[in-house]
């Protein structure tokens, strides 16, 4: 099982990783909906723009913190740890249901 390491440098530095890893991973989940509804043609020429301007904008604003607080290496560690984390779950539920018995998940395969 992968674990989180959450020792080592001060406690504020702790929480503004946890902070600007789970922006991060809102604003990464809310460019794939973007994306969808681009591709769906859900979105006008101008809400994409707009979209893509503010996006990139929050971006930047992050980035700009990383490098301010010096958490950049924090980040992305946290990040890799929590890719391991939901690795292992979905591994894990892939081996407790197969697609056909109830409860199956979407993380491990096609059905419901």
């Known amino acids: 099982m992968t674990t989180i390491d959450v020792e080592g440098g001060e406690a504020s530095d702790g929480v503004m ?11 990464d989940a809310l460019e794939r909906e973007a994306i969808r509804r681009m591709e769906s043609g859900t979105l006008s020429d101008e809400e994409v723009e707009r979209l893509g301007q503010q996006l990139a904008a929050i971006e930047a604003e992050i980035e700009q913190l990383k490098d301010d607080q010096g958490i ?20 894990r539920l892939g081996s407790e249901t197969s697609p056909h018995e109830p409860g199956y ?8």
Not at 17 to 27: N, R
Not at 78 to 84: F, S, T
């Open 105 to 112: 998940s979407v993380f491990g395969g096609e059905g419901e």
């Open 72 to 91: 950049e290496e924090g980040v992305s560690d946290l990040r890799g740890d929590l890719d391991g984390i939901v690795s292992d779950a979905i591994e």
């Open 17 to 27: 990783t946890l902070v600007v890893t789970v922006v991060e991973l809102l604003v």
